[in-house]
């Protein structure tokens, strides 16, 4: 994969406001959960850079394969994710693929039972904020493990 542009120096004010924008949103974010949304939503964007990251900085902070591996099928592994997560998970979804509809009012209520109002509140500032570096890495098709060569 050959990349497009480079964004960060192309656009370089646009850059610096999506990383202090990553910033704010992470935080009071359950980090691992924070992971396993940036893992969900990059599989279903297919950024091959944003999953590489996250999948390595997940496995850095104790995450284990077992979770990671089944991410994408988190609806069918009974056990392995808590409730809390499964809801985050779902609203990650709901969020990410806006064109099967608005985030359901079910999707939305079952993580407002997980998440007090400024949790989740963040919660969703994050999921815009991997989708917003999704489109970004995707469009510029910033190949996986450049971050690493940087």
């Not at 997940?58 to 988190?74: F, P, Q, S, V, Y």
């Not at 993580?111 to 999921?127: G, N, P, Q, T, W």
């Amino acid at each position: 994969m050959t990349q497009r542009a480079n964004y960060a120096k192309q656009a370089p004010e646009a850059y610096r406001a999506m990383l202090a924008f990553s910033r704010a949103a992470a935080e009071g974010v359950d980090p691992v959960i924070a992971e396993l949304v940036k893992i969900r939503a990059s599989q279903i964007n297919r950024c091959a850079f944003c999953l590489d990251m996250h999948i390595n900085d997940a496995k850095k902070a104790g995450e284990t394969d077992e979770r990671i591996h089944l991410l994408n099928a988190w609806e069918e592994v009974d056990g392995l994710y808590t409730d809390r997560e499964r809801a985050a998970l779902a609203l990650t979804e709901a969020v990410t693929v806006l064109t099967d509809g608005f985030v359901p009012d079910e999707v939305y209520a079952r993580a407002a039972a997980h998440f007090d109002e400024e949790e989740l509140s963040r919660l969703v500032a994050a999921i815009v904020s991997i989708n917003a570096w999704n489109r970004f890495s995707v469009t510029f098709r910033v190949p996986p493990g450049s971050r690493k060569q940087a």
